[in-house]
């Protein structure tokens, strides 16, 4: 029971020499546990280190290629762009032949509608028969 006591006394009751067993006792455990936390800290820089190794240049990789697409979708943005103006320019382009045109047309139809057909036709015949004669003078083409 004195060895229960003895582990168990007051700071204050110890000796000089309980004292420093006990310190050391407790460096001791504590040196243990810090080299335990150092190990443990190593290993997660030695994990983080790797999966840097690792993990970077794949993620480098990729930037590359965002920005090579990102170069991609600019060119084809400009050239979009430049169709779209193109376009532009030929509807204009377009709408101006129809606006001649119509014009044209309209002028065409309306002198086909002024002609008088049945006097065409009646100088038709009147051309027939003043042309039958010569052929039948001149042998028959």
Request: overall charge negative; some cysteine.
């Amino acid at each position: 029971m004195a060895q229960e006591n003895k582990g168990k006394k007051k700071l204050e009751e110890m000796t000089d020499h309980e004292l420093l067993v006990r310190l050391v006792q407790k460096q001791t455990a504590n040196a243990r546990d810090q080299k335990l936390a150092a190990i443990g800290c190593l290993a997660l820089a030695a994990i983080f280190a790797v999966a840097l190794v690792i993990l970077v240049p794949q993620v480098l990789n990729t930037l590359n290629e965002v920005n090579g697409v990102a170069a991609q979708v600019n060119t084809l943005a400009s050239q979009a762009q430049s169709t779209l103006t193109s376009v532009d320019g030929l509807v204009k382009n377009v709408d101006g032949v129809v606006a001649d045109n119509t014009d044209a047309i309209t002028e065409a139809v309306q002198k086909m509608n002024s002609i008088d057909f049945q006097s065409l036709n009646d100088s038709i015949v009147a051309l027939k028969t003043v042309v039958e004669p010569l052929a039948d003078l001149f042998g028959g083409f």
